[in-house]
């Protein structure tokens, strides 16, 4: 493996992870801010929420694709291995698996993409972790401003006695 494309992975890797984060942050802001503002019905409130989150979610992947297809096609980094043709959606079918930490196999990566490979799936299971925290806690708060908090918190103590 060439030194100098694994250095150049790796910090592409490292400024590609906070910026897909710091995106995805805001993305959540403004789903967060829609959601607030627009009175809503609790469906509608779903289908925001969650269409904002997906798009968010297809922006990280998009990202990563093509830092992959830019250290190929550019930076000289040892392409994809498998049944692949080169073409942009092969990279981010490749995304899409890696993010998701799906891993069909079909498609790996060789040399230094290894290395980017590793901080996406590290980042796609954070920001997947990140998207079911925050829609529990919206719908925690959809709940509750509907009047459907008894839903959410059953009363044990009632049933023993």
Known sequence: MNMIHILVTAITGIGIFF?????FYECLCVISRT???VPTKPRNFMLIMIT???????????????AYWILVKYAGVTALAGNIQDSFLVYHYFSATTYTSLGVGDIFPVGGLRILTAIEALNGLILITWSAAFTYFGV??????????????????????
């Open 19 to 23: 910026l897909v984060t710091g995106i």
């Open 35 to 37: 959601v607030a503002r």
């Open 52 to 66: 904002g989150i997906f798009v968010a979610h297809i922006l990280a992947i998009t990202i990563y694709a093509l």
């Open 140 to 161: 925690q708060r959809m709940w509750n401003s509907h009047g459907n908090a008894k839903f959410m918190h059953y009363d044990y103590k009632k049933e023993n006695n």
